[in-house]
């Protein structure tokens, strides 16, 4: 079922590549997806077009179903051993392998939420945040290296954006922090720095890629997806039919309070937006969380309540889909204003919201003493090969005890660390080397067997 819309308020207003512009500013950096190089990246490659790849090379198509699960480990075409030197060695040269290194980490000494700061192959740096839950380990991943939706108070969004983030380099943030931690992720959020509907085709291909069997495996249903309200790429979403969950970012209840607080407000207002989210809802059935950051004296009155239960209602009104905000609490951020109210006022509000029929819940806040919360993610700068930071960041990744605890370059001194085995695998291989090293302890068992049974002879006769 599918409904017409119009577009009375979009404007070309509200997208900057910053925090002050009111309009659509061109960045003066490329913001195409990392790796530019005229070279297959791998990472990034279906096992079919890795098939298309190795018949090009002359080699038989069987070899991109081993090389395929083995990039999805964290493993370069030159450790996989069970190809022949020749193919490692045409890998290494005519392809791209983009795995992210862990530049610095800090682990909250309150939760143990570890905060990741992961360079990329050009020098970017990243941030993605490890959270571990009862049901399994969750990772918040970044779609683009700074973010031009000039959020009011959203860290990621300070300096702009520099470039979009590739396919390989979002499942490259999932392999580094499965090696360095040793332990499996389950569930994505792609809640991190970036808007990831603002870079739609890479995170599409992303979401295809981490869902394949003979991958990583992670189920569609255990990955989330925010959106600051691109209305049009909420429609593209729709259309795609990903069984995956949308939250959509509202933190206002009327087009002047968004707007002040959200300029993407300002090209699609709100009438727009709900109009997106109704057709979305429409068109897959899956019900969306709408998220709502509270902010003392700008959104987090009783008549904000009101106002925004009263939106969602007449949005979906008819269609019977069960309505939900998250709630959360506005996370400090040194550059701007943003203040938050009491944990009274934030218990008052989804109580009004639950009175009038939205179901409201409240963000955990993880990571807080890292800096590691919603809104606080950011983006750094590195030289390629070297680790010296743009000013300011040692701030956020200090060499001391202070506050998290802080740990560099870990994930490239610790030898020790085996990537983690994948219990949902439906694939098998024969590269696998934990299975293997099972066949060689097997064999081993049953040799020694075999020995004692012989001496066993010799001692009767």
């Given at each position: 079922m599918r409904e017409e819309h119009s577009d009375p308020c979009v404007t070309n207003e509200g997208i900057t590549?910053?925090?002050?512009?009111?309009?659509?500013?061109?960045?003066?950096?490329?913001?195409?997806?990392w790796p530019r190089e005229n070279k297959p990246d791998l990472l990034g490659m279906f096992p079919e077009e890795l098939e298309v790849l190795m018949?090009?090379?002359?080699?038989?198509?069987?070899?991109?179903?081993?090389?395929?699960?083995?990039?999805?480990?964290?493993?370069?075409?030159?450790?996989?051993?069970?190809?022949?030197?020749?193919?490692?060695?045409?890998?290494?040269?005519d392809t791209v392998y983009t795995q992210p290194a862990v530049a610095r980490k800090l682990v909250s000494r309150i939760d143990g939420t570890v905060k990741y700061l992961l360079r990329l192959r050009d020098g970017a740096c990243i941030e993605s945040v490890l959270m571990r839950y009862r049901h399994g380990n969750t990772l918040c991943l970044s779609s683009q290296v700074g973010c031009r939706m000039g959020c009011r108070f959203c860290a990621s969004t300070i300096g702009g954006k520099e470039r979009d983030l590739a396919a390989s380099e979002l499942l490259g943030q999932i392999t580094a922090v499965e090696r360095d931690s040793g332990e499996r992720i389950s569930n994505l959020v792609l809640m991190g720095i970036g808007e990831p509907l603002d870079n739609f085709d890479n995170v599409v291909r992303f979401l295809h890629l981490v869902n394949r069997p003979e991958g990583l495996c992670?189920?569609?249903?255990h990955i989330s997806l925010s959106t600051c309200g691109l209305a049009d790429r909420i429609r593209d979403l729709a259309a795609q039919d990903l069984p995956i969950t949308l939250s959509v970012s509202l933190h206002a209840s009327d087009d002047a309070t968004r707007s002040a607080i959200m300029p993407v407000n300002r090209r699609y207002c709100l009438s727009e937006l709900m109009s997106a989210c109704r057709a979305y809802y429409l068109q897959t059935g899956r019900r969306i969380s709408f998220e709502y950051t509270l902010i003392a004296g700008r959104n987090d009155t009783p008549a904000d309540a009101d106002a925004l239960s009263d939106l969602l209602h007449r949005a979906f009104a008819g269609t019977g889909a069960p309505l939900h905000v998250n709630l959360i609490r506005v996370n400090a951020v040194a550059e701007t204003d943003c203040r938050r109210g009491s944990r009274e006022s934030v218990a008052a509000f989804a109580e009004r919201l639950t009175r009038a029929g939205v179901v409201a819940t409240v963000r955990r806040r993880l990571g807080a003493d890292v800096n590691a919360a919603c809104g606080q993610l950011r983006r750094h700068a590195m030289m390629p090969e070297k680790a010296s930071f743009v000013p300011g960041a040692e701030r956020q990744y200090p060499d001391t005890e202070k506050g998290g605890r802080a740990e560099a370059g870990k994930a490239e001194e610790r030898k020790d660390v085996k990537p983690p085995v994948h219990r949902r695998r439906a694939f098998r291989s024969n590269a696998r080397p934990d299975r293997d090293a099972d066949v060689r302890s097997q064999e081993s068992e049953k040799n020694r067997e075999e020995n004692d049974r012989r001496a066993e002879n010799r001692k009767t006769e």
């Amino acid at each position: 079922m599918r409904e017409e819309h119009s577009d009375p308020c979009v404007t070309n207003e509200g997208i900057t590549n910053g925090n002050t512009s009111n309009g659509i500013v061109p960045s003066d950096k490329p913001t195409s997806a990392w790796p530019r190089e005229n070279k297959p990246d791998l990472l990034g490659m279906f096992p079919e077009e890795l098939e298309v790849l190795m018949k090009a090379y002359g080699e038989p198509a069987y070899r991109a179903r081993q090389i395929f699960p083995l990039l999805h480990r964290g493993m370069a075409p030159e450790q996989m051993q069970v190809l022949p030197l020749r193919l490692r060695t045409r890998l290494r040269e005519d392809t791209v392998y983009t795995q992210p290194a862990v530049a610095r980490k800090l682990v909250s000494r309150i939760d143990g939420t570890v905060k990741y700061l992961l360079r990329l192959r050009d020098g970017a740096c990243i941030e993605s945040v490890l959270m571990r839950y009862r049901h399994g380990n969750t990772l918040c991943l970044s779609s683009q290296v700074g973010c031009r939706m000039g959020c009011r108070f959203c860290a990621s969004t300070i300096g702009g954006k520099e470039r979009d983030l590739a396919a390989s380099e979002l499942l490259g943030q999932i392999t580094a922090v499965e090696r360095d931690s040793g332990e499996r992720i389950s569930n994505l959020v792609l809640m991190g720095i970036g808007e990831p509907l603002d870079n739609f085709d890479n995170v599409v291909r992303f979401l295809h890629l981490v869902n394949r069997p003979e991958g990583l495996c992670i189920g569609y249903r255990h990955i989330s997806l925010s959106t600051c309200g691109l209305a049009d790429r909420i429609r593209d979403l729709a259309a795609q039919d990903l069984p995956i969950t949308l939250s959509v970012s509202l933190h206002a209840s009327d087009d002047a309070t968004r707007s002040a607080i959200m300029p993407v407000n300002r090209r699609y207002c709100l009438s727009e937006l709900m109009s997106a989210c109704r057709a979305y809802y429409l068109q897959t059935g899956r019900r969306i969380s709408f998220e709502y950051t509270l902010i003392a004296g700008r959104n987090d009155t009783p008549a904000d309540a009101d106002a925004l239960s009263d939106l969602l209602h007449r949005a979906f009104a008819g269609t019977g889909a069960p309505l939900h905000v998250n709630l959360i609490r506005v996370n400090a951020v040194a550059e701007t204003d943003c203040r938050r109210g009491s944990r009274e006022s934030v218990a008052a509000f989804a109580e009004r919201l639950t009175r009038a029929g939205v179901v409201a819940t409240v963000r955990r806040r993880l990571g807080a003493d890292v800096n590691a919360a919603c809104g606080q993610l950011r983006r750094h700068a590195m030289m390629p090969e070297k680790a010296s930071f743009v000013p300011g960041a040692e701030r956020q990744y200090p060499d001391t005890e202070k506050g998290g605890r802080a740990e560099a370059g870990k994930a490239e001194e610790r030898k020790d660390v085996k990537p983690p085995v994948h219990r949902r695998r439906a694939f098998r291989s024969n590269a696998r080397p934990d299975r293997d090293a099972d066949v060689r302890s097997q064999e081993s068992e049953k040799n020694r067997e075999e020995n004692d049974r012989r001496a066993e002879n010799r001692k009767t006769e």
